[in-house]
């Protein structure tokens, strides 16, 4: 298994450019499968979670191919409406297909994604909306069986707000007989994203962005162009470690506007961050100031970022208070951290960081994606050499992070 090497110390400075959004790519991939005709992508991050869709979509009859950051997909042949556990397990993502498929083959079998590290992450919410547009759904043997005619537009008000939930809904509503309303929707940015290159298609969305999400639904959807949106969390995580590393860094390809909360953040941790067009320059002079949060759906701080601040308050000057209310069990980091140094207590949802002058590396491992993350970066500012094992999880998310934080002046290597 590869594990990564990081000799911690230099401050990252120079520039990179922002990768396409998994979260966007993911969901979009999908939206192939609701018309025969293709669908040509640009911007499509190089990662193991994108590929892993690519695989699921192929065995489904989707005829899919992958040339750099270009993908084109034509769904023409789709034949067998089928999500295997063995695909399903390793990405939560998958459930993606249920609503899209069920809207142009009229039924699906889909594995249940099962439980994940990071919390419990039910699918009750996308059954639900299904079975409000029409959809018979039962649950046997693992498998999601959902069955319909043509699924029925209705009003729906979600029980709580759900980025890959109002994703499916989203999606299975545009070939829909009449209007839905999705009402309690997510609003975060990659919604927007999907409900562009579904309007692309020749769909009727309208509200992405809002809680208040109308799609009225058409016969059929045509071929189209697209491109993914940049990555918010990615762009994140390397301004979060250019900040704890007392770096200078500028992003390009990427928008400051995706990410206001988090920036609001880095300032208040001592940061100077400028926004240019389609570029984000920090620049952090002496040690960062602890800043406490709380994570909650879009336009709040996200909980992809959490754990990134968790390793930055971990040297912060002062103690921070970091309160998690989107996953139950997403202070898995917060052992690792100690490993390497950091004072950090949590009880329940809550976390308390009391910064410390420096780390000291240690080998540390990966629990999860954005987990893996605020390793990296607490192994960047750490004396010493920090050795971060089972980075498979990184690679689901992140596109050649060792080469970008190379080409930062950061001293980090993979091993075999
Ligand atoms: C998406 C993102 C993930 C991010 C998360 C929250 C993708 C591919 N993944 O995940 O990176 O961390 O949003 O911003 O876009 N829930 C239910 N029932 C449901 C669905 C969700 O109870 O049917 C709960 C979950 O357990 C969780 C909360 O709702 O506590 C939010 O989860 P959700 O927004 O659905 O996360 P994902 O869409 O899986």
């Known amino acids: 298994m590869d594990r990564l090497l990081i000799a911690g110390g230099a401050p990252l400075r120079g520039a990179v450019r922002v990768s396409g959004a998994k979260n966007a790519a993911l969901p979009i991939l999908c939206a192939a499968l609701l018309s025969a005709e293709p669908l040509r992508l640009a911007n499509v991050p190089r990662l193991h979670d994108v590929r892993t869709m690519l695989r699921?979509?192929?065995?489904?009859?989707v005829a899919a191919a992958a040339e750099g950051a270009q993908v084109d997909l034509d769904a023409r042949g789709l034949d067998r409406p089928l999500a295997p556990y063995e695909l399903v397990k390793t990405m939560r993502a998958s459930i993606l297909v249920l609503g899209p498929l069920l809207a142009r083959c009229g039924h699906a079998r889909v594995s249940l994604p099962g439980g994940c590290a990071i919390g419990l992450r039910p699918v009750d919410q996308h059954v639900k909306g299904l079975e409000a547009l029409g959809a018979e759904i039962r649950v046997e043997q693992g498998y999601i069986e959902a069955r319909a005619g043509r699924l029925k537009g209705t009003r729906l008000v979600m029980d709580l707000v759900t980025v890959t939930g109002t994703e499916n809904l989203m999606m299975a509503a545009c070939l829909a007989d009449g209007v839905t309303v999705l009402e309690n929707a997510a609003r975060e940015p990659e919604v927007v994203d999907l409900a562009d290159c579904l309007n692309a298609m020749g769909a009727r969305v309208s509200?992405?962005?809002?809680?208040?999400?109308?799609?009225?639904?058409?016969?059929?959807?045509?071929?189209?162009?697209h491109s993914i949106m940049p990555d918010r969390i990615e762009t994140g995580t390397f301004l979060a470690a250019a900040a704890a590393t007392?770096?200078?860094?500028?992003?390009h390809g990427t928008r400051a506007g995706l990410l206001d909360a988090v920036i609001d953040k880095l300032r208040e941790a001592g940061a100077a961050v400028e926004a240019q067009n389609g570029s984000i320059r920090?620049?952090?002079r002496g040690r960062p100031r602890s800043v406490s949060l709380r994570t909650a759906p879009f336009p709040a701080f996200p909980t992809d970022m959490q754990a990134q601040f968790m390793a930055l308050d971990a040297i912060a000057e002062g103690t921070a208070t970091v309160t998690e209310t989107i996953f139950e069990n997403r202070f898995m980091h917060a052992l690792e951290l100690a490993r390497l140094g950091a004072d950090?207590?949590?009880?329940g949802n809550t976390a308390i960081v009391?910064?410390?002058?420096?780390?000291?590396?240690?080998?540390?491992?990966?629990?999860?994606?954005?987990?893996?993350a605020s390793l990296v970066i607490a192994g960047l500012v750490a004396q010493g050499e920090t050795c971060i094992e089972r980075i498979y999880h990184l690679d689901r998310g992140y596109e050649a992070i060792e080469e970008k934080l190379s080409a930062l002046g950061a001293a980090i290597r993979r091993v075999r």
Do not use: N
């Open 282 to 284: 920090l620049e952090m």
């Open 246 to 251: 007392g770096g200078a860094v500028t992003l």
């Open 354 to 372: 009391r910064g410390v002058p420096r780390l000291q590396g240690a080998t540390v491992m990966a629990t999860d994606l954005r987990a893996s």
């Open 56 to 61: 699921l979509l192929a065995q489904m009859g």
């Open 207 to 225: 509200g992405a962005g809002t809680d208040v999400i109308t799609v009225e639904g058409v016969e059929r959807l045509h071929g189209a162009r």
């Open 344 to 347: 950090i207590e949590t009880a």
